[in-house]
């Protein structure tokens, strides 16, 4: 049987693994930090109209600039944005794939803070893109001091940081945002991907897209939007950017489907993100709960809690399937992530852990 290995796979990719995590048919799943809550009868309703108004004519290419859809999300962002500030793509992944395609790419490299999204690194990978593992500081927080001292060793072409940050949580102070932007050669990508679930007060990076054109702030709609299964990310940036990756999209990288069911979810935004101050409850609960119990939490703008086990992760993970709910272990020696759901799978995840 021939494997991987047998074939003329580019050497820096042997020996890596896919990103992915479990799927398990368990009674609790909070391993994905996916919204728990369905989508409402209403905008399946809307949804299906507007996919089905695009079936007679799949004959036909979409548009592949998704001119509506851009204008929409524009709309969405507020900050005097247009269209021409905004592209999307499927999933915020593929928008990051691009970027590192446009400004990074072989002879180029790409730093991110760890511990933070695993994907990136991987995406670094499939572009030929030179990766730097810098670091966060030992309580996972970021000074401006200590970005910038990383940065200005290493000079790359392109920075990732994430606010809320994957898996600790939290978000960036905007001084970090700021310093970074100051020292960074390159390009600085802020990954927001869990912008909505913030705690008041919280200053997202699109505030700063005037002043600097080398900022970019991506964005999903599958996490607040629970539209997960609809695959939808996009960016905002100066118009340049937007000039730039579309010179390395794919032609109609975006379906027609895609964009009218994204459209007519962004129409019923306000229904889809009903659910977002349920989950940040939960999301609190789980964190004065475990620190009740004497639990050490990281602070958290996100829909996730990381939390320590006081042991080895993986053995608490497996007691905690065992127990009917699956979380997530993100590699961190001695902690596990867990997504806030509903109030039952919360009571559950909280009962499990005793």
């Keep these: 049987m021939t494997t991987i290995d047998d074939l003329p796979v580019r050497a820096d990719l042997r020996g890596r693994s896919p990103y992915g995590a479990p799927q398990l048919d368990v009674a609790v799943r909070l391993n994905t930090n996916e919204n728990s809550y369905p989508v409402p009868d209403a905008v399946v309703d809307a949804i299906g109209k507007a996919v089905q108004a695009e079936l007679r004519d799949l004959n036909r290419y979409p548009d592949r600039d ?21 592209w999307a793509a499927n999933g915020s992944n593929e928008v990051q794939q691009q970027l590192l395609q446009a400004f990074a790419g072989p002879g180029r490299s790409a730093l991110g803070f760890g511990p933070s999204y695993s994907m990136h690194p991987l995406l670094a990978a499939g572009t030929g893109t030179r990766w730097i593992g810098a670091l966060r500081d030992a309580d996972f927080g970021l000074t401006p001091f200590s970005a910038v001292e990383q940065i200005t060793r290493h000079a790359p072409d392109l920075v990732f940081l994430c606010s809320p940050n994957n898996p600790t949580g939290t978000a960036l102070d905007p001084a970090v945002v700021d310093a970074v932007l100051r020292a960074a050669p390159g390009m600085v990508v802020v990954d927001e991907a869990y912008a909505e679930f913030a705690r008041a007060g ?3 990076a699109l505030s700063a897209l005037p002043r600097h054109p ?19 990310g996009y960016l ?5 950017v937007v000039d730039a990756v579309q010179l ?24 889809l993100l009903s659910t977002v101050d349920a989950i940040k409850e939960q ?10 119990r004497g639990v050490r939490v990281a602070e958290s703008d996100a829909n996730f809690v990381l939390f320590e086990v006081g042991g080895d992760q993986h053995v608490a993970w497996q007691r905690l399937l065992d127990r009917g709910v699956l979380v997530r272990d993100v590699g961190l ?10 109030e039952s799978e919360t009571d559950a995840f909280l009962g499990a852990l005793l």
């Design 283 to 292: 999301r609190d609960r789980i964190v004065d709960t475990l620190r009740s």
């Design 214 to 232: 080398r900022l970019v702030v991506t964005r999903t709609m599958s996490k607040a939007f629970g539209f997960a299964g609809g695959r939808l």
């Design 202 to 204: 919280t200053t997202s």
């Design 248 to 271: 390395v999209r794919l032609p109609y990288h975006l379906s027609a489907l895609t964009q009218a069911a994204a459209r007519a979810a962004l129409a019923q935004r306000e229904a």
């Design 236 to 240: 905002a940036a100066d118009p340049a």
């Design 66 to 86: 998704a001119v509506a859809l851009r204008t929409d999300l524009a709309d969405y962002l507020g900050h005097g944005l247009t269209a021409a500030n905004v």
């Design 333 to 342: 020696a001695g902690w596990l992530r867990v997504t806030a759901g509903t």
